[in-house]
């Protein structure tokens, strides 16, 4: 039965395998049959016939997401109207049989407690991430979907790894230098196999599979791939459910790739694996993907368009994780605050009702409108009184008035804002496509401030960016030329000895330097421009500015941030701060705590036993996971330090403080 049960899978793929039984087995030698070979023209169905003719094409492209899904949520039909589902996978078909091998008394020490659930263990992940936030999140729902497939057990080195799971950051190019770096030394693991485990170097039970995850997989599958077969795997962000069939094709000698980004995959219905398990905060993605295609910016082409989890998915994750002990989560999306689910809304409303910012626009518009970023905050927060929310990272454009109300209102939802600016010039965020200019900005500042007045500002910039247009001069003078327009040729000839049409000044950079000390931001994530391939930037802009002065910019962006930080943290000092230990203060371990207040600032105090009003007062030490009131003493400028004074609730704290707002004073 199982056999036959094959030779229908082989019908639907038209693929020829060789499926190697473990040694118990090995008398069985399954061969799949080619779709020519066992089908009769009256068993033809076109839909079987497509999903042939996709298959035989995923050893140079993809798989597409549809295709990819119908074998984990089996929705594609075979012939004789049997369902993938009732097909048994490979796996289950193995696990059978080395059950009855092993009911005759062969056993198998390597065998763990997969098995007994009918899914053999398939070897050791080690993992690695670089990047974001959200990249962290997706190796959580790898190694979820892994699981299932009977990957259970995580290595510490990847020497000991069967499989090895990259993933990788496409945004800046130290992060994909570092990515090379690393395939580098697994190349030399899968290469030397034999001699590392010889010499104690490796040890792992056969070469590791090497899976390359990520956005750096979208943008540079060809190239990876081509590595000198320093990769077995490239899997794109929206192709994780593929993951366990691609490692298959490995086996019967092939490259697994999949990189087709998806209009809605979302991971929804997944409960990610933590990495972290003993942590008192976690990461939920609430939507992925990005539309707002600013010149500079790669994410909507590694990770694709905008889409978002309905509301229900995201409050039974974090009801999970609050039974788990977590205390403060933080939404993610690329552009988190565009969030918009539209899956329950009876009567979706019309696109044109979407709110921006005031004096804000966006190049994308939004063709329905369902649940907003502001009506997901409200929920959570309504729901888990007692946990605190963050979120990032934010577009300027997606700040709407009744979203800053929900953030003032509700008391369990931080007080902090990342708001990226990335240029302080006009000129150079038109540049950008960013959909606003600087005065724009300013005034979004101004009312934040003025609707939340103890809010913690912080952005991202980007220095000595020069953006100049690939016109070549001699296309430029036949153009005029041939319009009479002389006159406007040397005005164009002027402008582009002096400024190179749209390339970054000194003056822009001054503008950026002013927006700094305006805003006074709490913290601020600045970096140097690296061009990305496949960007608007990339087919339209030379980036031409030399290194030694990018980095003469960053350097004094770097100072005037520091100049106008420092005195909100100042601000602080002699308040009474609800701060969530996070662990030891590194600096002094034995007698110190760390954690982060609702502000977003880091503050440590002295570890003393505290009234603990929970617990009728009984004095203790405070301890991770616990919120405590803490009476800030002194700033660094960088940080806090105080005394603590009690061990609280969130919502107690709340209910109890009368404590006045305290103002940035050089708010912009």
Known sequence: MATSSFYSLSSALNQHHYINLPKQCSILTLRFFSLKSCRSPSTYDPQIS????????????????????????????????????????????????????????????????????????????????????????????????????????????????????????????????????????????????????????????????????????????????????????????????????????????????????????????????????????????????????????????????????????????????????????????????????????????????????????SRCKVKSMGLRFADLLDTLATEFPDMRFRYTSPHPKDFPDVLLYVMRDRYNVCKSIHLPAQSGSSTVLESMRRGYTSEAYLDLVKKIRTIIPDIGISSDFICGKSFYLLVRFPQLLAVLVMSNEIALYYVALFLLLRRGFCGETEEDHEDTLRLVRAVGYDMAYMFTYSMREKTHAHRNYIDDVPDDVKQRRLTELIAAFRESTGQCFDTQVGSVQLVLVEGPNKRAPDTELIGKSDRGHRVSFAVIPVPDKVDNDVKRNPKVGDFVEVHILKSTRASLHGQALAITTLSSFHADTLEEPLVCHNAA
């Open 50 to 361: 497509s999903h042939r003719r996709a298959f035989a094409r995923s050893s140079a492209s993809a798989l597409s997401h549809n295709i990819s899904r119908s074998f984990s949520q089996s929705h594609s039909p075979v012939s004789g109207g049997a369902r993938f589902s009732e097909i048994p996978s490979l796996h289950q078909f193995m696990a059978k049989a080395t059950a009855t091998v092993t009911d005759s008394g062969v056993s198998d020490p390597q065998l763990n407690s997969n098995t007994e659930s009918g899914i053999l263990p398939k070897g050791r992940i080690y993992h690695e991430t670089y990047g974001c936030q959200m990249n962290v999140n997706d190796m959580e729902i790898v190694l979820s979907i892994m699981k299932q497939a009977g990957y259970s057990e995580v290595a510490e080195v990847p020497e000991s790894a069967e499989v090895i799971f990259i993933n990788t950051c496409a945004i800046r190019d130290n992060a994909e230098q570092k990515v090379w770096q690393r395939l580098n030394y697994f190349w030399f693991l899968k290469r030397q196999w034999k001699n590392n485990v010889a010499t104690g170097r490796s040890q792992s039970l056969h070469p590791p599979k090497v899976v390359v995850l990520g956005c750096m997989a979208e943008r540079l599958k060809d190239k990876i791939l081509d590595s000198d077969k320093m990769v077995d795997v490239v899997c794109g962000p929206d192709a994780y459910r593929d993951l366990p069939r691609l490692l298959e094709e490995v086996d019967s000698g092939q490259k697994g790739i999949n990189t087709l980004l998806s209009l809605e995959e979302t991971y929804a219905d997944i409960n990610p694996v933590r990495i972290s398990k003993n942590s008192i905060s976690a990461f939920v993605s609430v939507m992925r993907g990005c539309n707002n295609m600013c010149s500079f910016c790669i994410v909507p082409f590694t990770r694709g368009r905008e889409r978002s989890r309905p509301v229900e998915s995201i409050v039974r994750e974090v009801a999970e994780l609050w039974k788990e002990g977590v205390k403060e989560v933080t939404l993610l999306g690329q552009n988190v605050n565009s969030y918009n689910d539209t899956s329950g809304v009876e009567e979706v409303e019309s696109g044109v009702n979407w709110k921006y910012s005031e004096g804000f626009s």
